[in-house]
């Protein structure tokens, strides 16, 4: 089926707000490459589940898209319109199914070596919508936040170091109740401005005590969910479910309920976030190391908050093979500090490289704490770069020089 | 913002990979008389003369310039650094322009075609393979063409599907894990299916599996090794590339094949996220790499007159590339993740030699066949002139 052919009914089964905002812009969908209408319908299915700053940018996206003349339009898209589309994808019923075609068109890019130019197309479409984006000034600069290396003791690996040119090293960092200080600052950043979904606080083990206006995910309080999650992906394994394609897809279509979630808004937007998180993050599942800078990366990209703390615990550590041979594969985890460290470090240089995706980045500011320990390394428009700091500092007043 | 790349055209970066490693080497390897060597011409006669056999390591399943041959990377290759490279000529910029998915791609070095098969199906390449090119012109029995490989997924990589070729005239290919998963299993019925989870895009998936019949026979009559001893040395190993090294040398020493392909696979560990258990690999592919070509060097049979070619099978995704997630995967397509490096040393090859012009993966097939004298004939890639 062609873009051109689509009908409002074919949206029935979409949820309420998707379908009224695919029928609304029914017209535009019509004129888009067949390339590039599933692709958007796969942001537009999901819709009632997406966050505020999601919403807005998808609407922004419709209304631009709507505003151009037809030239411009097709100068915008020709991109995704001169890549060749292969007879078995046009017949996907890419209308339900938006999620699966982008798998197989991905598939179908490689194999055609036209994957380049799809990441052309994509990269220079971006970049033309981020340019007719209204650029809303923010309530408060963004302010990123990491603290690593919980459970360490003293370390000989060198922390920040793909950080440190772009900012301050703090060598004496008063360590005294760092991690509720931190919580406190972000507190009352998410009081100051009490916006949806604008405060994070993700954490890799059990978070410290609830605060109001903080959006929470823990890899600890998921610990049933990821149990029922593992337990789904090894009876779809035993089952013969076809590879790992087959079981992506099969993870992609989980409801939160069927995993043990439930609740209604804001809770269930929050839930699927949640789930999607597990289910397309690779070893998030596994590795709370992982799970907490994929959360942190997709939270900046989808919630695009203002304020997020990320904070590392130790994940398992990962058995050399002689240990599978000798105690099978039943036994208990056993936690990998030091590897935690390291992943860590690379955790929080990506959580703050995501954040400066976002817009605001040059008033932003990031800060990285070693846990328990007088190392931090802070960035900030109101700092040097690729200095050194040895004076005495604690953390509320390292918050206050870069806020 | 982020970094001086980002503005930067494909071609403009893998440009600036090139000469930052070019540069880099310099330094570190002091290969001094590199600079003399750039854009010489072919030696004829010279590289192949003394090569009768060839050893590839497919240093897999991907790694990036930051943590190997960039300056900060180099901590992690310390073999590779201070003992291969002054013995090698070092190719800096090989481009893989095909699928990056291992199978996929480790069976397009094999068939100089860049293959466009499913990355996860277990298929045999549409193309013909090197080791068919090799056995089929040379006349070579069938033990003198190997694969060893410890990923369940490659186990068709040794014989193609093409009707030319194919059938009979492939290579043998062992997946030591299997062997090691039948010789376990063989004694009871305890069940050590987790030893052999080794797609890490999806952390649970365990490719289908037949019976141990197989694996068990391998053992035996082509590796003389007793179930006893085989599992009793794997215990004493960290990880499944450990294994293939020790097959390996099992095979050299049974068989001297005049062609072996082994792949390494712990690096894809990286798809799980761990940066540590991803630096952890690639150390450990350094070690491997260092410790197949001191094996080279004390067999009599391979000593003197064997070619080692040493190259990741593609890179990883940049850290810059907002499509991605940085070293975790290799899915954007980005230059980084495209370009990689190759290593080649062996008799008449010349040292300490760096060449800076861009390849493609493609090449290699085409190289080996200038070294062993056959003709692979249907690949799409080019003999690098520097190395036949």
Redesign the interface.
């Known amino acids: 089926m062609l873009p051109t052919e689509l009908q409002p009914a074919q949206f029935q089964s979409y949820p309420p707000e998707a379908r009224q905002l695919a029928v609304a812009h029914i017209a535009l969908l019509q004129q888009l490459p067949p390339a590039f209408v599933p692709l958007l319908l796969k942001e537009i299915i999901v819709y009632d589940w997406k966050f505020p700053a999601e919403r807005q940018d998808l609407d922004r996206q419709l209304a631009y898209l709507g505003t151009l003349a037809p030239e411009q339009r097709e100068r915008l898209l020709g991109g995704f319109a001169g890549l060749k589309v292969s007879p078995e994808l046009q017949n996907h019923d890419w209308v339900n199914q938006p999620g699966r075609f982008g798998e197989d068109l991905a ?1 179908h890019l ?4 036209q ?2 130019a799809f ?1 052309g197309a ?1 990269l220079d479409y971006v970049q033309k919508v981020d340019a007719a984006r209204p650029k809303d000034p923010l309530p408060v600069p963004r302010l990123g936040i990491v603290v690593v290396g919980q459970g360490i003791g003293d370390t000989r690996y060198t922390l920040f ?2 950080m440190r040119k772009q900012g301050v090293y703090f060598s004496r960092v008063n360590p005294d109740n760092g991690v509720r200080v931190l919580l406190d600052a972000v507190a009352a950043r998410a009081a100051a401005h009490p916006i949806p979904y604008a405060h994070w606080y993700i954490d890799g083990g059990t978070p410290e005590d609830a605060r109001q206006g903080l959006t929470t995910v823990s890899y600890g309080a998921l610990a049933s969910v990821r149990a029922a999650l ?1 337990n789904k ?2 009876k779809a ?1 035993q089952s ?1 479910i076809g ?3 087959a ?2 897809t099969m993870l992609a279509e989980l409801r939160p309920d069927e995993l043990g979630l439930s609740g209604a808004a804001p809770e269930a937007v929050l839930n699927r976030f949640r789930i999607s998180v597990l289910t397309e ?7 709370s ?2 799970f907490v ?2 959360t942190a ?1 997709e939270a900046w990209r989808r919630a695009q908050p203002l304020t997020l703390l990320a904070r590392y615990a130790p ?1 398992q550590r ?1 058995r ?3 240990e ?3 105690n ?2 039943d036994q208990q985890p056993i936690p ?1 500090p ?6 860590a ?3 929080a ?2 959580t703050w ?1 995501n954040q ?2 976002l817009p605001g ?2 008033q932003s500011s990031f800060l990285v704490w070693f846990e328990g320990h007088r190392d931090g390394l802070a960035i900030s428009p109101a700092l040097p770069r690729g200095s050194e700091s040895a004076s005495e500092i604690d953390l509320k007043a390292l918050i206050g020089q870069i806020t | 913002m982020l970094t001086k790349r980002g503005a930067a055209t494909p071609r403009e970066l893998a440009q600036a990979i090139s000469w930052e490693r070019r540069d880099f080497l310099r330094t570190v390897t002091g290969a001094g008389a590199a600079a003399a060597l750039f854009g010489l011409g072919p030696v004829p006669a010279l590289a192949s003369a003394g090569v009768r056999k060839v050893v590839v390591v497919t240093f897999g399943g991907g790694a990036r310039d930051e943590e190997t041959f960039m300056p900060e990377g180099q901590e992690n290759i310390p073999h590779l650094l201070g003992e291969l490279i002054p013995q090698a000529t070092f190719f800096t910029q090989v481009v893989n322009r095909g699928i990056l998915g291992h199978y996929v791609a480790t069976a397009s070095l094999a068939t100089g075609v860049y293959e466009t098969f499913n990355n996860f199906a277990a298929v045999a390449p549409e193309n013909p393979t090197v080791f068919e090119y090799f056995r089929k012109d040379l006349k070579r029995p069938a033990t003198d063409a190997w694969v060893v490989a410890p990923s369940n997924g490659f186990n068709r990589i040794g014989e193609s599907g093409h009707r030319s070729y194919g059938a009979g005239l492939g290579a043998g290919v062992i997946l030591p894990k299997r062997l090691l998963t039948a010789a376990l299993s063989s004694g009871g019925q305890v069940e050590y299916q987790h030893l052999l989870r080794d797609n890490y895009e999806t952390p649970l998936y365990t490719p289908e599996l037949s019976g141990s019949e197989f694996e068990l026979r391998q053992l035996g009559e082509i590796l003389k090794l007793s179930v006893a001893d085989f599992t009793a040395h794997a215990r004493s190993l960290a990880s499944p590339d450990e294994l293939s090294v020790y097959v390996a040398h099992q095979l050299m020493r049974q068989f001297a094949p005049s062609l072996l392909w082994i792949t390494l696979h712990d690096i894809d560990i990286a798809h799980s996220g761990t940066y540590s258990l991803y630096i952890d690999g690639i150390q450990r592919s350094d070690r491997l790499s260092a410790e197949i070509w001191k094996t080279i060097q004390s067999e009599p049979e391979y000593a003197g007159k064997t070619a080692m070619f040493i190259l990741p099978d593609f890179g990883r995704d940049s850290d810059t590339d907002s499509g991605g997630n940085g070293f975790q995967h290799h899915r954007t397509g980005d230059p980084l993740s495209r370009t990689t490096w190759m290593m080649v040393m062996g008799p008449g090859i010349r040292q300490n030699v760096v060449v800076d012009r861009p390849v493609e993966s493609t090449d290699l097939v085409p190289t080996l066949g200038a070294l062993l004298g056959f003709s692979p004939r249907l690949s799409s890639g080019k003999a690098l002139a520097e190395v036949t």
């Not at chain 1, 993050?281 to 590795?287: A, V």
Request: aromatic share 8%; charged share 25%; hydrophobic share 35%.
């Open positions: 598939a490689w194999a055609t070596h994957i380049d990441r994509a170091r793909k593992l992906m090894e394994i013969g590879g790992p394609e079981l992506r993050g690779s070893g998030t599942q596994i590795f190391t992982t800078q994929w990366r994940r990962q050399p093979m002689n599978l041979i000798a099978r594969g990998d030091e590897g935690s460290l390291v992943d470090d690379m955790g240089y990506y490289l400066q995706r980045a040059e």
